[in-house]
């Protein structure tokens, strides 16, 4: 029954059936062949699949992520990335990547950065004469730090399956955000050498102290964000709540950027992403529950251990494994199915689950850049108007950039839990 589940997703997936609809059919055949199980498993499971107050916290991260888009703050974003590193050879590159890291302090969402910054750096960076295939190849790779420096909100789903606190989450994804920043400039350093491309004059330090002042309300956010849950002034779920009613003042009231007319359009934006995130993880949930009614997460338990039961060897064949999935399906996905399959195995080989979290997460989010399903790939191809192919041959020595830090905070798990343990108990 276990290769009937699999083989009906992928026959599915192929039909080009959307990911939520493929595993509820897939389930109710399942169900349909088992023939002892009530097909009201279906709607109890998937309504069960987002009863979580924590779950909350997708649509008002989202809202926060819109409201901080459309209210020019992205400019300003850029300005001061600029004024910092935009001296550097290479300069709209490492740009781009220092924007990335400040925005995703908003957004925690990968196709957020890609779609929202990804446009303004693009033309900036075609303006000053960068090649296409690079500048989309340096956003959809930068875009990838969202998710990873918090706000997260691969994390809060993490957290909502396995009960680890986010807020530890939070602080874990600090460092390997920071790391992925660093190595993704090095990179870009090297190829800026090489190619010629052009660097920014250096700004005064009046100049970045001007356009820090001016961006001063946006990187407060995720300091507000993280201190609330921190202090214990709020949970995560009201953290954004908060995070999406003071993206609204200041993007109303005080910059001015957006009228209250753009404000609904907004949210039935919001809302429909919200809605279709929501229906993955509720049919998830069913999916996921008639794997572990068939055994697969012993099953998988037991494949790993029959190879190895050192936990530096079973963490690299989980690597391997989610990279060859991120290549075929999208990250929310394979998290919401696997994560309950493979927590009992890391558990039992006492990997810490917050470090786990992060390197799955980092892992997921590579395969949002790798061909052939990529989804900030796709978004990038769009904005950056360059061809599958192009994108993916500048985007080859970024990959290795990403790469090297997964393996280090694979096998440096301080690098994860650091902050967490210095914060956190």
């Not at 935009?86 to 925690?108: K, R």
């Not at 009046?206 to 946006?218: A, H, T």
């Amino acid at each position: 029954m276990i290769a009937t589940l699999l083989i009906g997703l992928f026959v599915f997936f192929a039909m080009n059936i959307p990911i939520s609809f493929s595993m509820i059919l897939t389930s109710v055949i399942y169900l349909l062949l088992k023939g002892d199980i009530p097909l009201i498993v279906v709607a109890h499971r998937v309504a069960a699949g987002t009863d979580k107050y924590l779950l909350l916290c997708i649509p008002f991260f989202f809202l926060a992520g819109e409201l901080m888009n459309a209210g020019g703050i992205m400019e300003r974003l850029v300005r001061f990335s600029r004024s910092l590193v935009g001296h550097i050879p290479g300069g709209l590159g490492h740009v781009n990547v220092v924007s990335s890291m400040l925005f995703s302090g908003i957004s925690g969402s990968a196709v957020s950065d890609a779609s929202g910054l990804g446009m303004l750096e693009i033309e900036l960076m075609r303006r000053s004469g960068y090649d296409d295939g690079f500048s989309g190849a340096i956003t959809a790779a930068s875009a990838t730090i969202g998710p990873v420096i918090p706000p997260s909100i691969p994390f809060v789903i993490f957290g909502g399956i396995t009960g680890v606190s986010i807020g530890k989450l939070f602080l874990g994804g600090v460092i390997p955000g920071l790391l992925m920043g660093l190595f993704l400039m090095a990179f870009v350093y090297r190829i800026a050498v090489k190619r010629g491309y052009e660097k920014s004059r250096r700004a005064t330090l009046m100049e970045i102290i001007k356009e820090f002042y001016r961006s001063l309300l946006v990187l407060i956010l995720p300091v507000i964000i993280l201190g609330g849950i921190l202090s214990g002034a709020f949970t995560p779920t009201e953290a954004a709540v908060v995070a999406a009613v003071y993206a609204l003042i200041v993007g109303t009231v005080v910059l001015k950027g957006i009228r209250l007319k753009e404000v609904f359009p907004l949210m039935i934006r919001v809302g429909v992403n919200s809605a279709k995130l929501l229906f993955i993880i509720a049919s998830a949930s069913l999916f996921g529950w008639i794997m572990a009614r068939e055994g697969v997460p012993l099953l998988l338990a037991g494949t790993f251990m029959s190879i190895s039961e050192n936990p530096y060897v079973i963490l690299l064949l989980i690597n391997i494994m989610l990279l060859a999935l991120g290549c075929f399906m999208e990250p929310i996905t394979i998290m919401i199915i696997l994560v309950p399959i493979l927590t009992p195995l890391i558990q039992a080989i006492g990997i810490d689950l917050v470090h786990f979290g992060v390197v799955m997460t980092l892992n997921l989010m590579i395969g949002l850049i790798t061909p052939p399903l990529g989804m900030v790939m796709f978004v990038v191809v769009n904005i950056a108007n360059v061809s599958i192919g192009e994108l993916t041959k500048e985007l080859l020595p970024l990959l290795a950039a990403l790469l090297i830090v997964l393996l280090l905070i694979t096998y440096i798990p301080p690098l994860v839990l650091w902050i967490p343990n210095m914060f956190l108990t």
